[in-house]
């Protein structure tokens, strides 16, 4: 066995074992501890889950001092969860089918996550409901509006149902856009979560990279739910994609990190 067959498989198997942890955590845990107790643990999970996987976490911007608050971001790979809770403990919408994934699918739904079932219209307004609830409470969500993955190269149409949860709870709309980058600065698609990759496909085109950068910006633009919820989908929209084109990231990535994110 060479030695990048076994850095992958050590990757792996420190994976299982943090995610086995994650688990014994959400069961007995959780119970005990307090809101915010319960986010400070998931934040360091989720910053020790992607040092486990090589991945470097690059925080531009904070996340805005509002409350309410909703993030809005560009999907790229199941990674965007924990590159987001590893800075800001947030709940998130996912699609139906990952409740149904291994253990994961059960941590997830623990750590707050919604699932929607897309094929079904009247799902949305439960889904919305849920989350206008949420955010009323002072929880943090992130949507991901595109409404599926990419490799990260473009950002596609953002479908505006997910935002109207934050003007029913008059919640700020902050943009946040995420990239992935190999060790020399090129797009990293081995992180993405696209096309028809399953789960394991992707952890293992993950693992054949020594490293891989992932750059978060949270923008500077924060959003009040003033106008309709297409037009800020379009604003959210146009921000993360001009922080994601090669002229803005190039200033962008020279600049030192506004934040650290410790997994310990």
Same mark, same amino acid.
């Given at each position: 066995m060479n030695a990048r067959h076994t850095t992958r498989l050590l990757r792996i198997t420190r994976l299982a074992l943090h995610v086995a942890r994650g688990l014994a955590t959400?069961?007995?845990?959780?119970?005990?501890?307090? !809101?915010e107790?319960?986010?400070s643990t998931i934040r360091r999970w989720s910053a020790r889950l992607l040092k486990i996987l090589a991945v470097r976490l690059h925080v531009h911007g904070e996340p805005a001092a509002c409350n309410p608050l909703m993030l809005?971001?560009?999907?790229? !790979?199941w990674l965007? /969860?924990?590159? /987001?809770n590893a800075v800001i403990p947030a709940r998130f919408v996912a699609k139906s089918e990952i409740r149904g994934w291994p253990l994961l699918g059960w941590l997830s739904e623990r !750590?707050?996550?919604l699932f929607i079932q897309r094929a079904r219209r009247r799902d949305t307004a439960r889904i919305n409901s849920e989350v206008t609830a949420a955010l009323s409470s002072g929880d943090v969500f992130a949507v991901f509006p595109e409404g599926t993955t990419t490799d990260g190269s473009t950002v596609l149409k953002f479908h505006s149902s997910l935002l109207a949860p934050a003007l029913s709870a008059n919640a700020a709309i902050q943009p946040v856009a995420i990239r992935f980058a190999r060790t020399d600065g090129s797009l990293c698609v081995e992180a993405a979560y696209d096309g028809d990759k399953s789960f394991w496909d992707s952890l293992r085109e993950m693992t054949t990279q020594r490293s891989i950068d992932a750059h978060v910006w949270f923008s500077a633009t924060v959003l009040r739910p003033a106008q309709h919820r297409r037009e800020l989908a379009a604003t959210a929209h146009e921000t993360i994609a001009l922080i994601l084109s090669p002229e803005a990231r190039r200033n962008h990535i020279e600049q030192a990190d506004d934040l650290r994110v410790s997994a310990r």
């Open positions: 959400a069961a007995f845990v959780f119970p005990l501890q307090t !809101s107790a319960r986010k809005v971001a560009n999907h790229v !790979s965007d /969860i924990f590159v /987001i !750590s707050g996550t």
